[in-house]
């Protein structure tokens, strides 16, 4: 089952890079602290995970990640904010140039996203439908109408109900009345 999450909770990059992973493990008003893991298909002497504020301005300092043996890198990363950040893994071989990988925000990496909205104002809310200017959601006005919709079938089904049975009670007169008739001729 472990597996199965960590599988749905994960990028994969591309190569030498494979899978990668992110998952917030102590959030607080001074920051934030993340368990971060990815796969290397190549052989490295290091591997670092770079980290890049939201607007791409600010470089957050490399962590360099340890060498599980099995083609995983790992390590523990502590963030000054707690912002939806993008990371990048860097590949560093015993000869060449580096390998940096793309840039992948914090919930793409599989970290819970409403732990960002702690702060955010409710403005990012309204844009969903819900408001925080005393209107209800437009589902809320489509619900009533529907209810609305749905009395006013029942109401007619009731009410064209008793038409047709007053034309069979009609009907039953007209019968019984041609049956009298009938016995008077006789």
Request: hydrophobic residues 45%.
């Amino acid at each position: 089952m472990t597996w199965i999450t960590a599988l749905l909770l994960s990028v994969t990059l591309a190569a030498p890079f494979g899978a990668a992973e992110a998952r917030a493990t102590d959030v607080g008003d001074d920051g934030m602290t993340l368990e971060v893991r990815v796969v290397v298909d190549a052989p490295a002497t290091a591997v670092l995970v770079r980290g890049v504020d939201s607007t791409g301005a600010n470089e957050l300092p490399p962590v360099a990640l340890s060498d599980f043996g099995d083609g995983t890198w790992g390590g523990i990363v502590t963030l000054p904010v707690v912002e939806n950040i993008k990371l990048g893994f860097e590949l560093i071989p015993e000869s060449g140039p580096a390998t940096v990988s793309e840039l992948h925000t914090l919930v793409e990496l599989g970290v819970d996203a409403p732990i960002f909205h702690l702060d955010e104002p409710q403005a990012d809310f309204q844009a969903s439908g819900e408001a925080g200017s005393g209107r209800s959601p437009v589902w809320v006005w489509l619900a009533l109408a529907a209810g609305v919709g749905a009395l006013a079938l029942v109401g007619l089904w009731v009410w064209w109900g008793r038409g047709p049975r007053s034309v069979e009670e009609g009907a039953e007169e007209a019968d019984e009345a041609e049956g009298e008739e009938g016995e008077a001729e006789v």
